[in-house]
């Protein structure tokens, strides 16, 4: 298990799994004054073991920036963390787009058992966007 | 590597790996056969099986060796197929689902209680039984963590595995008091008196052997009411005084728990995160969390204690063995702050709405 060359197969997720659970990109920290944002979308119950929130920065129809916060497990972690890289500098029609397909890719695939209770992300970047397109109106 | 997942399974101690190899050489030969190397074989079958019987109070002929703990509850669950059946709700699936298949209305009824639970290590009360009436204890968390005594107790039934003691995997024992109700699960062979089919798995069983034998010479459970003790009571109550959001899932009292397992949770953090960010540090732990056993629910057991399924999915277990001292739960309180604040501050749950 020590020996370096096959310590990163030995772990129960893919390597790109592991670095996005370890080193998430774009989690907001504490509360969510911290990041100015435009719409706020939420999926998941922490009851069921996992929630996301995705919080959007909106201009011209583009999102320029985004943070998430996530309750849930390393795989919820991580495919959150690989959502927030995909949509990053999208238009908001094709950050719509993004399925849970785009990002199990993204992240190399996770277990199958996985894929359901964790990808979850996408339905709270589209809750987000439809707030803000909402708020517009 | 600081292992904290003894009560899943304990490391192989030197003395078994060493009995086991010595096996693997001289005692190959079929244990059922009349020749002078199943003779061997047998003798030394013989010899766990009468000081398995000395350290839990029984008689030989009232231990049968099986391939797990699983095998023996489901060989108990089976025994009194048809009848009613009564558990706790905490006890392992091999008991609670062979129960709800083969449970019935029949008479004699059976109990079926463990001593001890194995995700939070607290003391179950063991039912009074009225005259015709049976009563099984799993005591796999129990053996060489606190003296045995199946008579005093008053079973009929117990239930010990040999890896959780630092045995092999592969290799379970069920008591069967003489003169209660038996039926085989496995048919088909004279092994174990008829009480159970297949070919002697003698090298484990020697594994098994030197564990007991590590166990009675060490008189382990000492080292566990002491020093084992003491390393479980500091990390359980440097939790709650450094982590905020911490609660316990473990009564700590001595007469509330064994001694080495610790049950936690953290609010707004999720167990399988914890679990693996401490692997990340090389501290080996389990969680109750539904995510990390691919399953759908939680753990029973701590839902049945507290009903509420975040604390369930919160929860992390340490569990210490012999080879554990005070640097390690240093070393967990060096890094689990840390941990338990960063997945607190992703949390989608606010730490402000926890009490």
């Known amino acids: 298990m020590s020996d ?26 504490g509360n969510e004054s911290n990041f100015k944002y435009d719409a706020m979308g939420l999926v998941g119950n922490p009851i069921c073991g996992d929630q996301m929130k995705m919080y959007i920065k909106v201009q011209d129809d583009k999102i320029v920036d985004i943070r998430w916060k996530t309750y849930g497990c390393a795989s919820a972690i991580a495919s959150t963390s690989a959502l927030s890289e995909l949509a990053k500098g999208k238009t908001l029609d094709d950050a719509l787009l993004i399925s849970a397909k785009d990002i199990d890719n993204y992240l190399g695939n996770l277990p199958k058992h996985k894929f359901h209770c964790s990808i979850l992300g996408h339905d709270a970047l589209r809750d987000a966007i439809n707030n803000y397109r909402s708020n517009k109106k | 590597m600081i292992y904290l997942d003894y009560a899943a399974t304990a490391p192989l101690l030197p003395e078994v790996l060493d009995a086991m190899h010595g096996a693997e ?21 013989e010899k766990c099986r009468e000081l398995l019987a000395k350290i839990v109070h029984a008689e030989p002929e009232e231990i049968i060796f099986t391939s797990s703990a699983s095998e023996a509850n489901n060989t108990v669950i089976r025994t009194f197929e048809g009848c009613q059946i009564e558990t706790s709700p905490l006890e392992h699936h091999s008991i ?42 799993d005591l796999t968390q129990v053996l060489g963590k606190m003296p045995i005594d199946v008579k005093g107790l008053g079973l009929d039934y117990a239930t010990f595995s040999a890896h959780k003691i630092g045995g092999p995997v592969g ?15 496995i048919i ?54 450094e982590i905020p959001g911490s609660s316990l899932n473990t009564e700590i009292d001595k007469d509330k728990s064994l001694p080495n397992i610790l049950n936690a949770s953290f609010a707004a953090a999720e167990g399988e995160s914890i679990q693996l960010y401490l ?34 999915h919160s929860s992390i277990r340490f569990s210490f063995g012999p080879a554990n001292t005070m640097k390690d739960v240093e070393k967990v309180m060096d890094v689990l702050p840390g941990i338990i604040a960063k997945l607190q501050g992703m949390s989608t749950i606010k730490m402000k709405d926890i009490k």
Request: proline share 4%; net charge positive.
């Open chain 2, 171 to 185: 290799v379970g024992a069920l008591y069967v008091k003489n003169g209660a109700p038996f039926k085989p699960l």
């Open chain 2, 96 to 137: 609670i689902e062979t129960a709800k298949i083969y449970g019935g209305k029949k008479l004699p009824k059976l109990y079926s209680y463990m001593l001890a639970n194995n995700e939070t290590g607290e003391f179950l009360k063991l039912p009074s039984k009225k005259e015709g009436e049976y009563l099984h204890s």
């Open chain 2, 188 to 241: 088909g062979g004279n092994q174990e008196k008829k009480r159970r089919g297949s070919t002697y798995n003698t090298i484990g069983i020697v594994g098994f052997k030197a564990a007991l034998e590590y166990i009675e010479k060490n008189r382990t459970w000492e080292k566990y009411d002491h020093e084992i003790r003491e390393l479980r009571d500091t990390l359980a109550k440097r939790i709650l005084s």
């Open chain 2, 25 to 45: 050489k001289e005692l190959f030969a079929n244990a059922s056969a009349l020749h002078t190397p199943g003779h061997l074989a047998k003798n030394e079958i």
């Open chain 1, 4 to 29: 370096g060359k096959t310590e990163e197969q030995d772990w129960v997720y893919s390597d790109i799994v592991k670095d996005h659970f370890l080193n998430p990109r774009n989690f907001l920290m």
């Open chain 2, 279 to 312: 692997d990340a540090e090389g501290i080996i732990v389990s969680t109750g969390s539904a995510c990390a056993a691919g399953d759908i629910k939680p753990s029973h057991v701590l839902m049945a204690k507290t009903g509420d399924a975040e604390v369930a």
